[in-house]
């Protein structure tokens, strides 16, 4: 059997802030089109994680490796790359309140690819339409709902052509009645085959989408697997157990 061909491998990660010990250890990794979802309390290391991974947030030691090449983490350069070929979305959405939407995709563009205004604006165009959002790229975020503030960082995001998106909590700061409309963009990546880790409480996305089920808590994973083998039924497993409680809170039963 040919050995899988990882196109990510984080090895051994660790952050501190001060006395606080953020991750301890972790490891994993990642095939082309596969989609790994952490879940786990709030404080459990989830964050840092993919940040760390993104190096927005540089871990105390441990590797990043792509496609088998190690990535040094003290080489502008190298981060650069990193950073072009891992894009993140944030909880928050992080868009720049004083640009459109389609300048807030096209700046990254035109800043970081050196692309002309026209063929900036022609790819942006292109991701906005994508996620639904055509006939509002003139408008500002504070003329946004919430939903399309997230989409609009989507589209920021898939403009940039990344090999893996990086999700941290993305309906988290959505209400209720817009979480739907994120929910189904981030189907529609996964239905075109993009790599992604994603951290969401979320559970239509954990049992839908994930290939691989990561459960973290106090800077660990303490178990992973398969949809089927950690929430099947029957299952006794912390991550069972923390479904069920999150299908309490969201009145889904469970």
């Known amino acids: 059997m040919t050995e899988a061909k990882f196109i990510l491998e984080v090895d051994t990660l660790n952050k501190s802030y001060g006395d606080n010990t953020i991750l301890k250890g972790v490891s994993l990794t990642l095939e082309e089109g596969e989609i790994k979802v952490l879940i786990g309390p709030s404080g459990g290391g989830k964050s840092t994680l993919l940040q760390c991974i993104n190096c927005l947030v540089a871990p ?44 807030n995709v096209t700046i990254a563009l035109r800043k ?14 292109f991701e906005l339409e994508q996620v639904g959002l055509g006939d509002k790229i003139e408008l500002y975020p504070a003329q946004l709902s919430g939903g399309q503030k997230q989409r609009v960082a989507i589209a920021r995001a898939l403009a940039m052509d990344p090999e893996v998106l990086l999700l941290d909590e993305p309906t988290s700061a959505l209400d209720p009645e817009l979480v739907g409309e994120v929910i189904s963009v981030i189907k529609a990546l996964a239905a075109k085959g993009m790599t992604m880790i994603m951290a969401t409480h979320q559970i239509s996305l954990i049992a839908g989408l994930a290939r691989n089920v990561l459960f973290m808590e106090n800077g660990i994973i303490q178990e992973q697997g398969s949809p ?13 157990g923390f479904c069920d409680r999150l299908s309490d809170l969201d009145g889904e039963g469970s």
């Open 60 to 103: 105390d030691s441990g590797t990043i490796s792509m496609h088998g090449k190690e990535i040094n983490l003290k080489n502008k350069k190298d981060l650069y790359q990193l950073r072009q070929r891992v894009g993140m979305i944030f909880q928050e959405f992080n868009l720049f309140d004083h640009l459109t939407a389609l300048d």
């Open 112 to 125: 970081v690819r050196r692309m002309d205004k026209g063929a900036a604006n022609k790819r942006a165009m």
């Open 228 to 240: 089927k083998e950690l929430l099947g039924a029957g299952k006794k497993t912390r991550t069972q």
